[in-house]
């Protein structure tokens, strides 16, 4: 348990303080929508591309990265059709509910934790590319495509088509991993200055984020407003029903998803069948119960979404992992 508090600490600590400077009003009043903006555009591109420049992604080929993969793809999946069917989102909120469901924190919370009870983040290493690579791309695709289908847009089929073959030139996440990946894959070595400023960059990549979604704690964001798309199947947002009892709904069923669900269906399909080791096999369900990552926050944020299930989904996974975290360590024989 000393190796779980050492690990989320620093989440609670800096959401904490912006929290607090928000309270305070020290950043003033465009201080959220400045800082996302800046994680989103500057930040984090800087942070991806560091890191997939310097790994190899033929390391997904192994059976603990099917098992994880399956687990995220299955409950993204149910969240994206939760959000639909029973919330009456559009698809942009139904990306930002898959990725509440299925999105962990492999980063900032995913290393610390597998170093103190795994022993190695190296597995961590092999989430984190392949949320970059392959589970990013997706969710971006679907919230750009469904931005883009509001009033005054033309054909929607053209526009949104058009929309997502320039995506990658548009979307400063996506060009900075496929930049990433071309540097990878040609064996190019950046000159120091470049790669230290790169990581000088990313490392204020998280920070920022926590601070943000900190600030975004404290009464109504800029983004609370009702999401992009029209409500399918005749449910509305706004009003008492969706800004209380629903939007509560919402987040018990992701982080339920993200915390119970996911894990489940990671050990179910690396133990019973793939016959997984059994350090193997406690990495890929311990790394499925991490909390939801603050990405789907800014991702919510930059997309002018509203913020509020993402938000306290990241915060209410993050208190609920704890447990859960804990009894994968337990269950699996290798407590901390």
């Known amino acids: 348990m000393h190796a779980l508090l050492s690990a989320f ?28 903006r800046f994680v989103f555009h500057v930040a984090m591109p800087a942070a991806l591309f560091a890191m997939v420049s310097g790994a190899r992604p033929a390391d997904f080929a192994n059976a603990s990265m099917v098992a994880f993969a399956a687990g995220t793809t299955l409950v993204c999946g149910l969240g994206f059709v939760a959000a639909g069917r029973f919330f009456g989102r559009g698809t942009a909120d139904r990306a930002i509910g898959s990725m509440t469901a299925g999105y962990v924190n492999s980063a900032n919370l995913g290393i610390p934790v597998a170093v103190q009870v795994l022993g190695d983040a190296s597995f961590v290493a092999q989430i984190i590319l392949f949320q970059v690579l392959l589970v990013s791309p997706v969710i971006l695709t679907l919230l750009d495509a469904g931005t883009g289908q509001g009033p005054g847009t033309g054909t929607r089929k053209g526009v949104v088509f ?17 930049l990433g990946v ?24 998280v920070p920022t984020a926590l601070i943000t979604l900190g600030l975004s704690l404290n009464g109504r964001p800029a983004t609370d407003g009702p999401a992009t798309e029209p409500a399918k199947g005749g449910a509305r947002e706004g009003g008492a029903g969706r800004t209380g009892h629903t939007r509560r709904a919402e987040v018990v069923v992701a982080v339920a998803l993200k915390t119970l669900v996911q894990p489940l269906i990671a050990f179910t399909v690396g133990g019973p069948l793939l016959g997984l080791p059994d350090h193997q096999l406690l990495a890929v369900v311990l790394c499925s ?21 993402a938000r306290n989904s990241v915060v209410a996974s ?3 992992s704890m447990a859960t975290l804990s009894l994968a360590a337990w269950a699996l024989g290798s407590a901390p």
Do not use: K
């Open 182 to 205: 071309v540097v990878s894959a040609l064996g190019l070595r950046l000159p120091h200055a470049l790669a230290h400023s790169c990581d000088l960059l990313g490392a204020a990549a």
């Open 9 to 36: 600490s620093p989440i609670w600590i800096l959401t904490a303080i912006g929290c607090a400077a928000g309270r305070c009003g020290l950043l003033g009043a465009q201080a959220e929508a400045v800082l996302g």
């Open 162 to 178: 058009r929309r997502m073959l320039t995506m990658p030139v548009r979307n400063p996440v996506i060009m900075a991993s496929l």
């Open 289 to 309: 119960a991490l909390p939801t990552a603050q990405n789907a926050f800014i991702y919510a944020q930059q997309y002018g979404l509203d913020t509020r299930v």
């Open 318 to 320: 993050t208190v609920v």
